[in-house]
């Protein structure tokens, strides 16, 4: 049997290896490339892509999962080799479902979607992209008619980025938690706006970054297997367990952009990094869902990175670094001002009490656009209601409204929106069970102190890379599956101190 | 028959995008990879060639070059599509000629004798590679053995980078270049040294690279279609012809180093960035050979950046940005400085008279080594023998002797040296009939003005690509083939006028 394992796992390494050099051409577009380069990587990516869909989809494969399903069964759920095989299995159906030159149109649509976008959004123009996102709301339907047998026609689009979860429990969750969420931002949102200016005075962009740099290597991010580079948008890729590169973006009057951005992409870096290096090359070298990834971007961006403890032991610092524009403000204003609540239209900008409602607000234009109860020349209208009513404001223009988010005009219209908020709902219940076991953790934190919380991380999440789905992880650890009372008591409390709520 | 070549060109650009793919995973890793990269990325590097040469060996090919050969036949000879039909014929029976099996394994052996040479050089210890590169000869021997009925058993290895070129050409060539040098080099150092100290004083680094940048924009290096990064050894790569990159070295102790790197790789790469963008894709969009290539960064590098005129324009730029160093040397003295003639090890750091000694003592070592009149474990000797002989300069040690290049010790022996001093003979044949064309060229270059010359060679060499041989473009271009008649009246000129000669 042994055998056949060997083969299937290096026909994976193959697909897995060209995924990491597209991540790769990708990283070099968006970092390094000079203007001209970009027709030809374009056409490079696409190849790199065919060549892994068409590895993927090879029936060698198929034949050797069936082949190995005997074997699979006999061993443990939770083993290297089964989990491998199923998680495997798992890709490899998803993959045939769909026709290669479906695949094909529906990137081809989206490269010129993209393209488009990017002139339309600082145009302020939503007419130019509609037409196109008509037509990937009506490519997204298709796609999810490849699987048939959904509850809802989103089902299969969101299981693309967190398999298992259905839109029948998201939208429950989603409900609850803007019912819990309305409430404590009108709260808060009464009281008279805080001063935060001082966090916009000039900020050497140099010493943000070494500022950021130094943080993350205390978070336990490994130098010796990732790197930042600075890109126009934030992320993290990999081109190896051992190679996992997060970029950022500074701006020299805003002393949050480049540091809170670093802390997120870090998260989703050290997650990575704490992978089982034994699945090197194998499906199971990723994180377990787009939610769980972004519940530990989320963890050491905001539930430490954002926490008092913290800036116990970091505000000394950045003061020493900052001497002129901190040296009045104390650690107290300094802490209330990273974590000012406000009204506004910007999701990435948006604070932690507030955030929730702009991925909530999108994945419920999502399911009306793909029920189609909601026509696509009405999104903007839509859209601007809703934040009327949920969030108090009203855009002033389609830029900074519908055309805001990369996400709708460079993919599918399902599936990328929910992870962030179940991401943040999740990271309070795996933080609670983290200080559960080491009530320690809270105080080690004021010391910047990091390794007992990634230690258990690592153990508890990291290591089992994509073995697990979120639902089954979520129960592992925490004995239960997701649920938004951790995350409302984490806001309730720590909100309700800065804001001295009854 | 046009569906036929579409197809070729189809089948063309897969294997081009490709090669281009590794490129780029070769480029990050010399430059931003992080360290523990690189295993990941060997396996990655490994995955793109042996699809590459998959694709580039497919029967495909073979039947659509047959089918196009009376199309070929009936096409002017110069004329694009036959020149890309008779050069993709010569890429793919190289290509099948050699089993996959066999290049592998090279392959792998290079790879691991590059990894011991990075050890056994600093600790000076020929002895560790002395087995591995007695392999790497016997798998050159084999591999030219894949070509019967060649002159001289190195002459197919000399066909991957010099087209054409045979060692008995070479041989008789190299023999007379040496009879002219070695007087030359014997007069100039029996002269008293030149004093160069103020060349090694500290210069900032970023005034050093800032100040190659704005020479190489006048030169015409197009940043919207490159840029230059630094690495450990200077090179110049290419994603596309529109993504053409160089790299470069600085040292804050020397002048010379950053500047006349950048120089170099400048002269590669505005040669790649000449070439019709019509070919991209295709076997055509590369430089014509090895030598054709060295013969334009030597242009840029030497014939224009070492010239008395170039430094006419730039000299006073150059005080002006490092006043404390140079404002008591005249321009005279910094060219005089600048083109000092001496005996020395390294071939990378040498002079324009005694550089061409290290490329021929190098190509007579292959020979030997090929020939099998030469063991490996002899070859210290042989190279210190040659070292005292020609140059007058002992190796102290193999890691600034024989141990110091490493093509040795990545990649065969035979084909890697020759081009070098080909590229130095050849480039004054070239200039020699730019200059004859436009005799305004000397001028304008003290003027600080390169587009008469640029757009002479962009016209006569750069367009064409690999469209011609190296021997073909001679021709076309000075109506004669190779000969070191321009080359040694313009050292002597040269060197004589410095020099104070007879």
Same mark, same amino acid.
């Given at each position: 049997?042994?055998?056949?394992?060997?083969?299937?796992?290096?026909?994976?390494?193959?697909?897995?290896?060209?995924?990491?050099?597209?991540?790769?051409?990708?990283?070099?577009?968006?970092?390094?490339?000079?203007?001209?380069?970009?027709?030809?990587?374009?056409?490079?990516?696409?190849?790199?892509?065919?060549? #892994?869909?068409?590895?993927?989809?090879?029936?060698?494969? #198929?034949?050797?999962?069936?082949?190995?399903?005997?074997?699979?069964?006999?061993?443990?759920?939770?083993?290297?080799?089964?989990?491998?095989?199923?998680?495997?299995?798992?890709?490899?159906?998803?993959?045939?479902?769909?026709?290669?030159?479906?695949?094909?149109?529906?990137?081809?649509?989206?490269?010129?979607?993209?393209?488009?976008?990017?002139?339309?959004?600082?145009?302020?123009?939503?007419?130019?992209?509609?037409?196109?996102?008509?037509?990937?709301?009506?490519?997204?339907?298709?796609?999810?008619?490849?699987?048939?047998?959904?509850?809802?026609?989103?089902?299969?689009?969101?299981?693309?980025?967190?398999?298992?979860?259905?839109?029948?429990?998201?939208?429950?969750?989603?409900?609850?938690?803007?019912?819990?969420?309305?409430?404590?931002?009108?709260?808060?949102?009464?009281?008279?706006?805080?001063?935060?200016?001082?966090?916009?005075?000039?900020?050497?962009?140099?010493?943000?970054?070494?500022?950021?740099?130094?943080?993350?290597?205390?978070?336990?991010?490994?130098?010796?297997?990732?790197?930042?580079?600075?890109?126009?948008?934030?992320?993290?890729?990999?081109?190896?367990?051992?190679?996992?590169?997060?970029?950022?973006?500074?701006?020299?009057?805003?002393?949050?952009?480049?540091?809170?951005?670093?802390?997120?992409?870090?998260?989703?870096?050290?997650?990575?990094?704490?992978?089982?290096?034994?699945?090197?090359?194998?499906?199971?070298?990723?994180?377990?869902?787009?939610?769980?990834?972004?519940?530990?971007?989320?963890?050491?961006?905001?539930?430490?990175?954002?926490?008092?403890?913290?800036?116990?032991?970091?505000?000394?610092?950045?003061?020493?670094?900052?001497?002129?524009?901190?040296?009045?403000?104390?650690?107290? &204003?300094?802490?209330?001002?990273?974590?000012?609540?406000?009204?506004?239209?910007?999701?990435?900008?948006?604070?932690?009490?507030?955030?929730?409602?702009?991925?909530?607000?999108?994945?419920?234009?999502?399911?009306?656009?793909?029920?189609?109860?909601?026509?696509?020349?009405?999104?903007?209208?839509?859209?601007?209601?809703?934040?009327?009513?949920?969030?108090?404001?009203?855009?002033?223009?389609? &830029?900074?409204?519908?055309?805001?988010?990369?996400?709708?005009?460079?993919?599918?219209?399902?599936?990328?929106?929910?992870?962030?908020?179940?991401?943040?709902?999740?990271?309070?219940?795996?933080?609670?069970?983290?200080?559960?076991?080491?009530?320690?953790?809270?105080?080690?934190?004021?010391?910047?102190?990091?390794?007992?919380?990634?230690?258990?991380?690592?153990?508890?999440?990291?290591?089992?890379?994509?073995?697990?789905?979120?639902?089954?992880?979520?129960?592992?650890?925490?004995?239960?599956?997701?649920?938004?009372?951790?995350?409302?008591?984490?806001?309730?409390?720590?909100?309700?101190?800065?804001?001295?709520?009854?």
């Amino acid at each position: 049997m042994n055998t056949k394992v060997t083969e299937l796992k290096s026909r994976l390494a193959e697909v897995y290896d060209l995924n990491m050099i597209g991540a790769l051409l990708n990283w070099d577009s968006s970092t390094y490339m000079p203007l001209d380069g970009a027709p030809a990587r374009g056409r490079q990516m696409g190849l790199i892509a065919r060549i #892994g869909h068409e590895k993927m989809t090879d029936p060698a494969i #198929g034949r050797l999962l069936d082949e190995l399903h005997a074997y699979e069964e006999s061993l443990p759920y939770d083993s290297d080799e089964a989990s491998l095989i199923r998680v495997a299995r798992r890709e490899y159906e998803r993959a045939i479902r769909v026709p290669a030159a479906f695949m094909a149109k529906l990137q081809e649509h989206i490269a010129e979607t993209f393209d488009v976008w990017t002139r339309a959004r600082p145009a302020n123009d939503f007419k130019r992209v509609q037409g196109m996102l008509e037509k990937t709301v009506d490519l997204s339907r298709q796609l999810a008619s490849y699987f048939p047998g959904y509850q809802h026609i989103i089902d299969p689009l969101i299981s693309y980025s967190d398999y298992g979860m259905k839109a029948a429990d998201i939208r429950a969750i989603f409900a609850d938690l803007r019912n819990q969420l309305l409430p404590l931002i009108k709260t808060i949102t009464s009281q008279d706006d805080m001063d935060d200016g001082f966090l916009h005075q000039p900020y050497s962009t140099e010493k943000q970054l070494a500022f950021g740099l130094d943080v993350i290597k205390l978070y336990g991010y490994d130098f010796n297997r990732g790197r930042q580079d600075l890109t126009h948008h934030p992320y993290t890729t990999k081109f190896s367990l051992s190679d996992v590169r997060i970029t950022t973006r500074v701006k020299e009057n805003d002393l949050c952009e480049a540091l809170f951005g670093t802390l997120h992409e870090s998260g989703h870096a050290i997650y990575e990094q704490g992978i089982n290096l034994a699945y090197e090359g194998t499906p199971l070298a990723s994180g377990a869902s787009s939610g769980v990834h972004e519940s530990q971007s989320r963890t050491w961006e905001n539930l430490i990175g954002r926490s008092r403890g913290f800036w116990e032991f970091f505000y000394p610092k950045l003061k020493e670094m900052f001497p002129t524009q901190l040296s009045s403000i104390s650690v107290d &204003r300094y802490y209330r001002a990273i974590n000012k609540v406000q009204r506004s239209l910007i999701r990435t900008d948006a604070d932690e009490v507030t955030y929730n409602l702009h991925p909530i607000i999108r994945f419920d234009l999502e399911l009306r656009m793909l029920e189609g109860t909601l026509e696509v020349r009405d999104l903007p209208q839509a859209w601007d209601e809703r934040y009327a009513n949920d969030i108090g404001i009203t855009p002033p223009n389609d &830029r900074d409204g519908v055309l805001q988010d990369v996400h709708w005009y460079s993919g599918i219209i399902g599936g990328a929106f929910q992870g962030y908020t179940l991401g943040n709902i999740m990271s309070a219940q795996f933080y609670a069970e983290a200080v559960k076991a080491h009530p320690e953790i809270n105080e080690q934190i004021a010391s910047g102190e990091f390794t007992t919380l990634s230690a258990w991380l690592k153990q508890a999440i990291y290591q089992h890379g994509a073995k697990f789905t979120a639902d089954e992880l979520l129960h592992r650890v925490t004995g239960q599956g997701l649920s938004i009372e951790p995350y409302v008591t984490y806001l309730k409390n720590k909100y309700s101190s800065i804001y001295k709520l009854g």
